[in-house]
């Protein structure tokens, strides 16, 4: 008997607003900034990226470019999409 799998994507189990905080803060405290970015491009997606586009003016697919982790996208872009998906960058 064979038994089916999936692929684990932590992304489906981040529901409350205080889940996805702590997934963003964990990727942005990475050494790597790329994490930051390719964790804000999940959470796009998550959302929906049709929808984070037409709430920041953005092209679709420029987005999923940007937020891919090769992609080098300005802090505007950046700071657009996270109010997109209701969270705020900070220092503290």
Known sequence: MKIKTSPYNPLDYLETEE???????????DDDPQIFLIALGH????KGMAEVARKTGLNRESLYKSM???GNPKFSTISKV?????CKLAIV
């Open 19 to 29: 889940e996805i905080k702590e997934y963003l803060n964990n990727a942005f405290m």
């Open 43 to 46: 959470l796009a997606q998550k």
């Open 68 to 70: 891919s982790g090769d």
């Open 82 to 86: 996270a109010k997109a998906l209701g």
